[in-house]
């Protein structure tokens, strides 16, 4: 018998809907539930469509603007299924009287882990050496070691405060750079706060960890490229646009860069197949978030959110 019979839900979330362990979590709610089996992310009218009747929704990427908002007068309350919140106008649904449910960093050693692997993967030259491998080549360079380099982190959030932790027995030369004042994590951390731009010319792995903004768009472009090391790995697992993309591909098969990774990408899905033929680009798609643990742990999060809200409810 449904709990809540004036409430629907509706999980845009492709990821959650295909998780049965998820699914059945949130059956035991006792809501009129509609679940998003595409398997892709739903977009304007399509996402306007799918959430019309829902009065709670559990999104991932999908934008929830005015445009949105006004296609669906019955939603009272968002849940958040991940951590970025870039996708969703936070002022408006305060003016809508829209609840949120979001709780931040629920996935963050599975980004972490994502960054070591591309770290380790480039300059332990595993990826090359595969390469070779099946190309019948039996070339005997290991690369160089992660304590040899000096790591930078463009964000000191959530993710770049994990990832600190991850690296600290492999890479003792860590600094970063933040808007916000980190003074305190920092000291606790025991690494070093310096500018945007001292970072790029003293690190030979420069990973960013920063929401999509205005501020931040673009923030990795072709004048940021110049002042980098040549052998310099970049690796974005933050939001697509914080990196710009064309002139970081051009420089790292020219020889600028040592390398870039990407799990993010200015629009989604991403075809990068023109790039295949370097092999010191690397790109993942938006997986790092989506381990077995990440996806539990943000489903489960999004669940009580939604669970709480209708605790308040009459």
Known sequence: MNKHPHHAIAVSAASFAKNLTLVKELEQLGLELKLNTSGRVLRKAELATFLADASIAIVGTELI????LASCPKLRFVAKYGVGLDNIDLPLLARSA?????????????????????????????????NEMRQGLWVKNGGIQLSNLTVGLVGLGHVGSDLV???????????????????????????????????????DLISFHVPATELTRHMFDAEAITKVKDRALIINTSRGQVVDVEATCQAVACGRLGGFAADVFPEEPADMQRWSGCDRLYFTPHIGGNTEEAVLAMGRSAIEHVRG??????
Not at 65 to 68: S, Y
Not at 309 to 314: A, I, K, S, T, W
């Open 65 to 68: 603007d005015q445009a949105l």
């Open 98 to 130: 829209v609840g949120l449910g979001w709780t931040g960093g629920v996935n963050r050693r599975s980004v972490s882990e994502l960054v070591l692997a591309f770290a380790l993967g480039h300059f332990h030259r595993v990826n090359a050496a595969m």
């Open 165 to 203: 932790t991850v690296l600290r027995s492999l890479a003792p030369r860590i600094v970063f750079t933040d808007i916000a004042d980190k003074s305190v994590e920092a000291a606790a951390l025991g690494i070093e706060a310096v500018t945007y731009d001292e970072l790029l010319r003293r690190c």
């Open 309 to 314: 809200f209708l605790r308040g409810q009459p």
